[in-house]
């Protein structure tokens, strides 16, 4: 393995634009200077206070029929937008041989474009700077947070709507050779989006790439420090940034005795890749799970009203429908449909060192809307609130764990917002607990259901990064979390 | 790179039953060992023609109508199974935005099962050993051919068809800890296949599994030299060898100028691993192709005889029928839909040292029946018969190139056979050739259309083996063809 992995590293992987040397060691230098170069933290919080004031945004919610170019197809009952493009909503109905609910129907966002993610890092002063964007979106609790660079849909970027062109989309379409630093398909949620998957990308640019007006560079230090604030960061620049090549060792610090960790072979991971993989594969495998795609119409447990579809219980989401006017005379009102959960979610972490190294549990997490059946989700994910009704052995494993601990021992704790474009105040808190033991083993011996756990060192969680369909977007999110406070 | 790396080859990498070592050391011997070490060549060869003596078996072509177990749907007319197991054969309407046939129709197999193909390996008197199976299937046009250890639909192990338990099945469902070399889920054909994938495995076993009646311990050097056989080692093996540890050096021999190639930078691939995978990134997200299931009845070019669905102007392959008689007496008769395709395949590698490293010109290839959109594919790949009616500027690139100097300097030109389970007497003609030169480029500049290419160290093709939705099944077995003659 030693051999194999020597000989992939590339003469090509200099980037072409930057002053040379590895990238990673180039984001360490970035994640160091947490008070900025181009700009400073005092400087960015007043540039960003300004920027909220600049986009100022009305979103009402109205019942469909008053939704501009949407409606509901007369024969299926989807709603869809009257050009075809943009999203749809349809039923699906879900079968599998597992699971406290092995059968059930639930609206989708069917969204078969792709979309671009990108974020365009740039030398300043010898430190990488991040392009990060001020953007609103009508879904999020408080207008504008801080986003990638480039956020687009295939719808946006090729204009179907009618707007302005998309800003720096030349950068990502074309990027120069070599300048490409982060470029794989990831999933979004699994449960809410039906096998939708958006382009990641960061790409190093050069000194002709200035900061437009919604625009600021920002050191990896500064983004880091910033996701530990609710509802700061989006969600489309969690994902990127998680996709980073990762910058940091492998050990770090100090073992939990007190003995630095400094051999090499403490670099390991208490699984091999190979193991991690087959793991995975057979989590893929052993279970059957069925999803056919039905027309809204026929959805049953879903109830549709003038101004929104909710579940009979109302648990879960319901769709709405919202109005929105901006502030800004060059961007013309509009309206659309979005999800709106039925409560705040919960993703968590459990993190513990093993002979110095950092492991993070993760679940084999089986959704219906994913390309790949199963994906590494974290420890615990989920709303409280829909497991509520269920009896305490078909709650999620390890949720009153984490719940507990993290009062005290939180290493991460904030409530962050899923994409805005989609989903209407779609909160979850972010999590990560390190715990001491291995809470995969109890007093009489492992836990039931084990098997669809996994601890995993970070540094094989950024290996899978660079591929598709490996960690979901939760999961994603808290491995920038993770790689943020350590 | 050369970090994050190093801390990923685990504590775990050894195998449980093994003496130890890393694998790839473990196989490099055994692939030097070419006349076996448990059975001679001689004592192979005369074995597998007592093995077709004792399964002759009668192939048969009938009528739909006479099929057991199988019929047209009332509805839809699709082809399936009274039990709704095995498999379907219904209809998929393609359209795509490029290429010169741009939408199609077209019959499609749909299996949605994961099948387990997998070898059993074991040291024998120091060396480690494949188990291979002497097999005959339906549609192999000489009977039995070389297979993997167990070949298992879910329908075969769960014993939907009520024969005899699979053997070996539990090495591979309840494998040791530390046992496993290889384990992915890999595409097949996605031109017949709908999103078909079947679980790859290698599995190191203890010497209390020994080898059955139609089963034989073989070195890696003579499954090795037995791929260079005419329809000998089958689809199912080939594609399992391809996913083993890669154990030969980045850099092989000498290097075409003649001077030895020592030094570690030249261990390198002429694209870094994030440059191979953006532009197979960019490849999925391009262009659009859209596919959607159609009842049998209603796809449009074909027609339906009374033993044979069939294109109209006789191209591409039909669906036939088949009763299979066996000579032994533990085996019922049985009968199956096969597809028969239409002319013999045509499946070609360029190849080419860079910097005394070996690299191969992969396409980024489109499939309908792909999960994940694109793999990569050979460098050449399809059925020339199926081009013959095209203007040149529409065929193959490199078709003709491949042909003309693999006359005289062919690394590797052997007929293989396509899986026989499903395909009748679907034989593929295998090429590997060198060229001194980059055939990207031409006198005018580069190559229209070469995009769609990129060349890839052997390595990095192993790395990406390790991953599911990398390679297609035609490349899996010319890598594992190139890795027999290197």
């Given at each position: 393995m030693h051999k194999a992995s020597a000989a992939l590293t590339s003469r090509g992987s200099g980037t072409g634009s930057g002053t040379g040397g590895e990238p990673a060691a180039r984001l360490a230098v970035s994640a160091a200077a947490t008070d900025g170069v181009a700009m400073s933290n005092a400087a960015f919080f007043e540039w960003f206070d300004e920027r909220r004031r600049e986009q100022p945004q009305q979103v009402r919610r109205i019942p469909f029929s008053e939704l501009s170019g949407w409606g509901f197809d007369q024969a299926t009952g989807n709603l869809q937008h009257r050009s075809g493009r943009f999203f749809t909503v349809h039923g699906l109905r879900v079968r599998s041989d597992f699971g406290p609910v092995p059968e059930w129907e639930q609206p989708i966002i069917n969204q078969p474009e792709f979309g671009i993610l990108g974020i365009a890092v740039r030398e300043i002063d010898g430190v990488l700077h991040l392009l990060m964007q001020a953007k609103s979106e009508p879904g999020n609790i408080n207008g504008v947070q801080l986003s990638p660079t480039i956020q687009a849909t295939k719808s946006n970027y090729s204009r179907v709507h009618g707007g302005s062109a998309v800003k720096y989309l030349e950068s990502f379409h074309r990027p120069a050779p070599g300048s490409v630093l982060a470029d794989s398909l990831q999933s979004e949620q699994g449960t809410w989006f039906y096998r939708k998957r958006n382009r990641n990308m960061v790409v190093e640019v050069g000194p002709e790439v200035e900061a437009g007006e919604d625009f600021c560079w920002l050191t990896l230090g500064q983004v880091n420090a910033l996701l530990g604030f609710d509802n700061l960061v989006n969600m489309d620049a969690r994902t990127v940034l998680s996709c980073l090549p990762d910058w940091q060792p492998a050990v770090t610090g100090e073992v939990s005795d007190g003995a630095p960790a400094t051999s090499l072979h403490s670099a390991m991971s208490l699984h091999s890749d190979t193991e991690v993989r087959s793991w995975l594969t057979q989590r893929r495998i052993e279970h059957e799970i069925i999803t056919t795609a039905l027309p809204l119409n026929d959805v049953t447990g879903w109830e549709r009203w003038?101004?929104?579809?909710?579940?009979?219980?109302?648990?879960?989401?319901?769709?709405?429908?919202?109005?929105?006017?901006?502030?800004?005379?060059?961007?013309?009102?509009?309206?659309?449909p979005l999800l709106h959960p039925s409560g705040v979610g919960l993703a968590g972490l459990l993190v513990r060192h093993i002979d110095g190294v950092l492991h993070a549990l993760m679940r084999a997490r089986v959704e219906p809307g994913l390309l790949d059946i199963a994906e590494l989700a974290p420890t615990v994910q989920g709303t409280p609130g829909n497991y509520a009704h269920l009896p305490a052995e078909d709650r999620p494993p390890f949720q009153e764990e984490l719940l507990e601990r993290s009062t005290e021992q939180a290493l991460f704790d904030s409530v962050l917002s899923e994409e805005g474009g989609r989903f209407h105040h779609a909160e979850c808190r972010y999590v990560i607990t390190e715990v001491a033991d291995d809470v995969l083993e109890t007093e009489d011996g492992l836990r039931p259901g084990h098997e669809e756990f996994r601890w995993m060192s970070v540094t094989q969680l950024g290996e899978l990064l660079k591929y598709s369909s490996q960690l979901n977007v939760q999961a994603r999110t808290l491995v920038a979390a993770l790689r943020s406070v350590r």
């Open positions: 003038d101004d929104r579809i909710e579940h009979e219980r109302g648990r879960y989401f319901s769709i709405i429908a919202v109005d929105v006017s901006s502030g800004r005379r060059e961007v013309p009102a509009w309206s659309q």
